[in-house]
């Protein structure tokens, strides 16, 4: 049986770990060629031989515009084509630092990583597909970009334009035959989010269940894949509920320290 995609050429930014390397792996085994670019030349290459030769591995600072160039020339002359690109790659910013006491000095590099690198993937995606019969772009937001919340400012601001982004190009590359799609990860546990494995009852997001790349990944694969050849400007939240609102047991554990009047 042919997979979901059979016969399509993707890139996957930051797609040496986490949720990059898991979207990888399922796109491989959907019958996608792959491109995995990342600065981690190690896991990367690795990851790329691992996979096979379905796969190959390009060293790419999504930040530089020539590389990602250089990147997408790469995909076309190896695969023969470029049917899906996955702006996945992102940093974090400073953590542990209240607003009034951060000093921004990342501001620059986690805008660069974070919205630059979506930005100019998808451009030179894009061209290259607006030539060729169209494609799916697929960016990496967060909740934190959704959703307000106390830290992580410029991260939270990196990944709020990044949905801004995504819904603007969508229409402007629509012409085109290019869809453009944005996934908002909640608690997956990454190098990024790092976050330690409470027990389920103390997650704060209704489906207890802890989130991994590979559901990620499995959302990637629906837009990429023709099952939403009708889907552009989509924000996909892959959040377990924490975008929808507080868990039951949280609610009342609230109610009832309530009505204990505390």
Request: charged share 15%; glycine share 12%; hydrophobic share 50%.
């Given at each position: 049986?042919?997979?979901?995609?059979?016969?399509?050429?993707?890139?996957?930014?930051?797609?040496?770990?986490?949720?990059?390397?898991?979207?990888?792996?399922?796109?491989?085994?959907?019958?996608?060629?792959?491109?995995?670019?990342?600065?981690?030349?190690?896991?990367?290459?690795?990851?790329?031989?691992?996979?096979?030769?379905?796969?190959?591995?390009?060293?790419?600072?999504?930040?530089?515009?020539?590389?990602?160039?250089?990147?997408?020339?790469?995909?076309?002359?190896?695969?023969?084509?470029?049917?899906?690109?996955?702006?996945?790659?992102?940093?974090?910013?400073?953590?542990?630092?209240?607003?009034?006491?951060?000093?921004?000095?990342?501001?620059?590099?986690?805008?660069?990583?974070?919205?630059?690198?979506?930005?100019?993937?998808?451009?030179?995606?894009?061209?290259?597909?607006?030539?060729?019969?169209?494609?799916?772009?697929?960016?990496?937001?967060?909740?934190?970009?959704?959703?307000?919340?106390?830290?992580?400012?410029?991260?939270?601001?990196?990944?709020?334009?990044?949905?801004?982004?995504?819904?603007?190009?969508?229409?402007?590359?629509?012409?085109?035959?290019?869809?453009?799609?944005?996934?908002?990860?909640?608690?997956?546990?990454?190098?990024?989010?790092?976050?330690?494995?409470?027990?389920?009852?103390?997650?704060?997001?209704?489906?207890?269940?802890?989130?991994?790349?590979r559901d990620v990944a499995n959302a990637a694969l629906y837009l990429a894949s023709e099952r939403s050849a009708q889907t552009t400007g989509m924000v996909l939240p892959v959040d377990g509920g924490i975008t929808v609102g507080a868990p039951t047991h949280?609610?009342?554990?609230?109610?009832?320290?309530?009505?204990?009047?505390?």
């Amino acid at each position: 049986m042919p997979g979901e995609l059979s016969g399509k050429v993707a890139i996957v930014t930051g797609g040496a770990g986490g949720i990059g390397l898991a979207t990888a792996e399922l796109f491989v085994e959907e019958g996608a060629a792959v491109v995995i670019a990342d600065v981690d030349a190690a896991k990367g290459e690795a990851a790329a031989a691992r996979l096979g030769a379905a796969v190959a591995f390009v060293r790419t600072d999504v930040a530089d515009a020539g590389e990602v160039q250089a990147l997408v020339d790469f995909a076309v002359a190896r695969f023969g084509g470029l049917h899906v690109m996955f702006n996945n790659a992102g940093i974090p910013s400073a953590m542990n630092v209240r607003f009034l006491d951060d000093t921004l000095q990342d501001f620059q590099r986690v805008l660069n990583v974070n919205l630059l690198g979506v930005m100019v993937g998808s451009q030179r995606a894009a061209r290259h597909m607006a030539a060729h019969g169209g494609g799916s772009i697929i960016n990496t937001s967060s909740i934190a970009g959704v959703s307000a919340g106390g830290g992580v400012m410029t991260y939270r601001a990196s990944k709020a334009a990044v949905i801004h982004f995504t819904r603007s190009l969508a229409i402007e590359l629509a012409d085109h035959g290019i869809r453009v799609n944005c996934i908002a990860p909640g608690l997956i546990p990454t190098d990024i989010a790092a976050f330690d494995r409470a027990p389920v009852r103390q997650l704060t997001q209704p489906l207890q269940r802890v989130g991994q790349p590979r559901d990620v990944a499995n959302a990637a694969l629906y837009l990429a894949s023709e099952r939403s050849a009708q889907t552009t400007g989509m924000v996909l939240p892959v959040d377990g509920g924490i975008t929808v609102g507080a868990p039951t047991h949280r609610v009342m554990r609230m109610l009832a320290a309530q009505a204990k009047g505390e």
